[in-house]
């Protein structure tokens, strides 16, 4: 079945220090790809996405590529603020599962001052 | 412009109870999705309604089980309670299938507590 694996956390880092989280998918076909974001007492936002090979995603600051060769779409980001702790999440849906979400399991990120 | 809003916050049921979780989506929207939060599990998808038709359901056990209404609200209810239903479950509203834009808003959850 579809799924969806990306770094464990919790990944502690200095205020302007570059941010990178693996994500890796398995599925069929050419799966969209997103990544959402839960700051600490909100719910889930879009941060970013990409529906086909080679796409990039960005927002932010935030960017990530659909690489179809190596299945992955790593987040990463330049320069990290104390406002991007947060727990972020890489998700797929399939273009045959509409409304069906495949989540990994969160990577919490801490910026400290 | 409201977001999505889901109640209650908290609930507190224990073993072999019903609970019934509620959810508004954002006005214009058709289309509500529940998902579970369990620790350690990540978030799995529920169920997927639109136009008031359960359209996708995750793999869940026949006790979890929901409805939209009319005003494209939606209720989730889970009977026969278990420990582990202990979650946060999410909505999630949406354009519906018809729109382009298959952009998800998410509400803040309501968090299950099963004793």
């Known amino acids: 079945g579809d799924s969806v694996t990306q770094m464990e956390g919790p990944v502690t880092l200095s205020e302007e220090a570059f941010l990178t989280i693996n994500c890796t998918y398995t599925?069929?076909?050419?799966?969209?790809l997103f990544w959402y974001v839960q700051y600490p007492g909100e719910g889930l936002q879009l941060l970013l996405k990409?529906?086909?090979?080679?796409d990039k995603g960005s927002n932010k600051g935030f960017e990530a590529t659909y690489r179809k060769e190596t299945t992955s779409f790593h987040l990463e980001k330049g320069s990290v603020q104390v406002s991007d702790s947060a727990v972020y999440f890489c998700a797929l849906r399939r273009s045959d599962s509409w409304g069906k979400l495949q989540f990994g399991a969160g990577t919490q990120v801490v910026v400290t001052p | 412009e409201a977001g999505v809003t889901q109640s209650p916050t908290h609930l507190i049921k224990t073993r072999g109870q019903q609970a019934t979780l509620r959810c508004s989506p954002i006005?214009?929207?058709?289309?509500v999705y529940w998902y579970q939060q369990a620790l350690g599990l990540g978030l799995q998808f529920l169920l997927w309604y639109d136009e008031g038709e359960e359209r996708n359901r995750g793999n869940f056990p026949p006790r979890f089980s929901g409805r939209q209404f009319p005003n494209y609200s939606s209720e989730l209810n889970v009977n026969a309670l278990e420990l582990e239903d202990s979650a946060l479950y999410l909505c999630?509203?949406?354009?519906?299938?018809?729109?382009?834009?298959?952009?998800?808003?998410f509400g803040s959850g309501t968090q299950l507590s099963v004793l």
């Open positions: 990409a529906t086909k090979a080679d």
């Open positions: 599925a069929t076909g050419y799966p969209s």
């Open positions: 999630a509203s949406s354009l519906g299938q018809r729109a382009t834009n298959e952009k998800l808003f």
């Open positions: 006005s214009g929207h058709t289309s």
